[in-house]
């Protein structure tokens, strides 16, 4: 009576001692709370909507869905034109701006947010694939977005914490996002019973293309994924291959279908990107260094399993961007989250263990002072000093993306030396320049202008489908040197139908054309005489 007494009471009385919190709550409290503020500063980033990189095309692309569902033309120049632009979501989206009237940037905000939701839910359902743990996947999302270097780093379809806050409303984000939740549902299908039917597999297929029409490098990345799915999922038997088939047959018929630009043309699209993509094998310690950390914890994964998920996705990822290094194919470079994302996930799992979300609930188990469960709890401590000291630095490495939704004079000074400030954007020319008028810009203008709906001679980016876009490149240098004669720049006004003029770099002050107002950092709209 008295040890019942003693053990129902002792709660309620003055005496009695709380037990300490075990130390793995406490790990996992931190993981989850430093989520938490990492998915609200994301959150404030939408609100936010900060302009740098590919802002420009995207919002252009929804510019000409807004005003023709059926037939937009070339997003950035006045020409008819295909465009990979126009993939299934920005069809959405355009709709949706056609629809509600909301500006375009009220509808890209509406991206990010769609994108945002579907990458942390995708990542969540994946990370459930490999591991019950209730600190998973908070530490899965850490890790994705802080895992990296030193340098700061952005490009899109990358999920470092300073690219996403750039990149949040773009298509590869939401193309992400889509890849995880395939991954999962892939994962799910092939551990089943039954394989799933006939209507689950053309349902992955479409998924599939979908990606692959949405952005188009993610969806390579999401191919890779797929691929070591099957080989860890030891797939066998000829049903499950012949459901494999006609899943593959199903995406490339969403592929061929797809009305608006033809994907497979865009095999023959590579060496034109290849310059620009060179940049993404620079520099690789100082941008993806931490993330030896979780290229260290695949080792263990795959001395126990040769097959394991993420062993295999991390090879096959490799290999890619390998093979693109040495045969000087560096638009390849782009499938480096097919290397970066299985890592970094090792690297959280390390943290809680090996314990898969099938059969978890056994794993692990066995008396508490066996030297077993202390030899795993010791090196899982172990871990999780190591991984989270790297998010420490990935953090701090990354702590400027505060910049974007606190303001410049209230961030400490070590903070705001880190702090990128974003482009001002062109709005300042929407009251004069209207919707479908042809502007002659070049550089960062070029890349701005298209998104309030305004034109350009020459595309701010490389358009496999515009037959002359060197031409037109040519013409807008020439147009911009100092000692181009009036009668050649009227000449080209008057091919292409340009009526405003952005000057960037001053080079036309004192010419024929008329100024009309002048922009933040220094540029000048000119009307053409």
Request: with cysteine; aromatic share 10%; net charge positive.
């Amino acid at each position: 009576m008295n040890v019942r007494f003693v053990s129902s009471a002792g709660s309620g009385r003055a005496g009695a001692r709380r037990a300490p919190a075990h130390p793995a709550a406490i790990g996992r409290t931190i993981a989850q709370a430093a989520a938490a503020l990492v998915l609200v500063l994301l959150v404030l980033l939408v609100v936010r909507l900060p302009w740098a990189g590919d802002l420009g095309i995207h919002a252009a692309t929804v510019q000409r869905l807004r005003h023709s569902l059926l037939d937009p033309g070339n997003p950035l120049v006045d020409a008819d034109t295909p465009s990979p632009y126009y993939s299934p979501w920005m069809l959405v989206l355009g709709g949706t701006a056609r629809v509600t009237g909301l500006d375009v940037f009220t509808v890209l905000r509406l991206a990010g947010a769609a994108g945002l939701v579907l990458l942390v839910t995708g990542i969540w359902r994946y990370i459930r694939t490999l591991s019950a743990h209730p600190a998973a996947p908070a530490l899965a999302l850490l890790s994705l977005l802080l895992l990296w270097g030193t340098t700061p780093f952005l490009w899109s379809g990358f999920l470092g914490l300073n690219s996403l806050a750039l990149t949040v409303a773009y298509p590869s984000t939401f193309t992400l996002g889509l890849a995880f939740h395939f991954w999962a549902w892939l994962t799910g299908v092939l551990r089943g019973p039954a394989d799933g039917g006939w209507g689950v597999w053309l349902g992955l297929g479409v998924l599939w293309g979908v990606i692959l029409l949405c952005h188009q490098f993610s969806g390579v990345v999401a191919s890779v994924g797929a691929v070591a799915t099957v080989v860890a999922a030891r797939a066998s038997g000829r049903g499950v291959w012949l459901r494999l088939g006609v899943a593959v047959a199903a995406g490339v018929v969403v592929l061929w279908a797809w009305p608006y630009y033809d994907f497979f043309a865009l095999l023959r699209a590579g060496e034109g990107l290849e310059s620009v993509h060179r940049v993404l094998y620079a520099e690789p310690v100082a941008r993806y260094g931490l993330v030896l950390v979780g290229v260290a914890a695949l080792v263990p994964r795959w001395l126990r399993d040769r097959r394991d998920p993420l062993v295999v996705f991390f090879g096959l990822g490799a290999l890619v961007v390998s093979a693109g290094w040495l045969t000087g194919h560096y638009s390849w470079g782009r499938g480096l989250s097919a290397a970066l994302v299985p890592a970094q996930l090792g690297a959280a799992l390390a943290v809680v263990g090996a314990e898969r979300s099938v059969g978890a609930a056994g794993a692990g188990s066995g008396s508490v002072g066996a030297p077993g469960v202390r030899r795993r709890r010791w090196v899982r401590g172990g871990w999780a000093v190591l991984v989270g000291g790297a998010l420490l630095v990935g953090g701090w490495a990354q702590v400027g993306t505060l910049g974007y939704v606190v303001p410049r004079d209230g961030l400490p000074e070590v903070v705001e030396e880190r702090y990128r400030v974003p482009w001002a954007g062109y709005r300042w020319i929407t009251p004069w320049v209207r919707y479908g008028d042809v502007v002659m810009a070049e550089g960062r203008s070029a890349r701005q202008v298209p998104a309030y709906g305004a034109y350009t001679v020459a595309p701010g980016y490389p358009d496999f489908f515009l037959s002359d876009e060197g031409r037109r490149a040519a013409l807008t240098d020439v147009y911009f040197a100092e000692r181009t004669p009036e009668s050649v720049r009227r000449e080209v006004e008057r091919e292409f139908g340009v009526r405003w003029v952005v000057d960037r770099r001053g080079v036309l002050g004192g010419t024929a054309l008329r100024v009309v107002a002048r922009g933040p950092e220094g540029e000048v709209l000119y009307a053409v005489p």
